[in-house]
C-alpha cells in the first residue's frame, strides 16, 4: 500500500511538472495575440497615410484656387497686355452729315496691342493701332458744289492712332462685368489720296474724265487739274487731305475674367464719323 502511494505521488507530481510549462506557454501565446490584437498593425498604420495625403492635396488645391481667382481686390492695381481688333463702320449717311453729297459706307479694319492698368473697377485702356481706310473709286462732291463738281474719289489712307479709353465696370458676378466710359486718340494719317473729275454716262454712272472738256459736254472743265492719276496734297502742301485725325468716341461693352492672368472684352460705340464694334483679349501681368 506504502508503495502505492509513493507511485501515486510520483505520478502527480510529474503531471503537475508538465502541465505548469504548457499552461506557461498558452498564457505566452493569448498573450501574444491580444497584443497583436490591441498594438496597431502595418495595414492600419498604412490607412492612416492616405488621410495625411488627402489633407495636403486639399489644402495644395485651395492655394492653386487662390492663386488663379479672377477676384480682383479692392485697392490692388492689376496689369494686363494683349491684343485688340475693332470694325470701324463710316456709314454714307455720316459723311453727308459731314458735307458730301454721294460717297459710300467705308468698312475699315483697326488692330494692334493694348496695355490696361485696372483698379478698384476702373481701368485705363492704351493702345497703339493701324487702320486701312482704303476704298475704291468712288463719286463725291461738296454739297456746295454744282452739279459739274463730281469727281471719283480712291483711297489708300491710312491711319496709326494713339489712343486711350477710360472704362468703369460693374460685375454682375466674379467673371463677368459690364464695361462703358469713353475713348479718345490722335491719328497720323500717311497714304495716297487720288481724285479725278467724273462725268455721268448714259446709263446714270459716273466715269473718269479723260481731260478738260474730253468728253465734251456739261461736266469735266477746266476750273482744276485733277486728271490722270492726280494725287491729293496734304494740309502741309496746301490739300484737302488731313494730316492728324482726332477719335473720340463713347462706348459700352462686356468684360470676362475666368482666371486672374487672363480677360476677354467686347466693345461697341459711337465715334466721330464712325460707329464700331470690337473685342480684345489680354494676359495678366
Known sequence: ???YLVSLTA???S?????????AQDDTENAVEEAATEAPGEGEATEAKPEEGDAKGAESDAAANAASSPVEEKGVTYRFVGLR???LIVPQFMESAFGADGGATVYANNFGPEFIIRKDNFEYNISLTYTSYAFDATP???KSDGEDAWELVTSEIKVIYLGVDFLWSHPFNEKFALNYGMGA???????DLHRVQAYKDANGDYQPCVAPGNPPGFYCGN???HYGDYTEPSWADGGSKPIVFPWLAGQIGLRFKPHKNFQAHLDAGIAVGHVFFGLGADYGL
Open 185 to 191: 486718340a490722335l491719328g497720323i494719317v500717311f497714304g
Open 223 to 225: 476750273d482744276n487739274d
Open 1 to 3: 500500500m506504502r508503495s
Open 140 to 142: 463725291f462732291k461738296a
Open 85 to 87: 481688333y475693332r470694325g
Open 15 to 23: 503531471g503537475l511538472a508538465y502541465a505548469q510549462p504548457a499552461k
Open 11 to 13: 505520478f502527480l507530481l
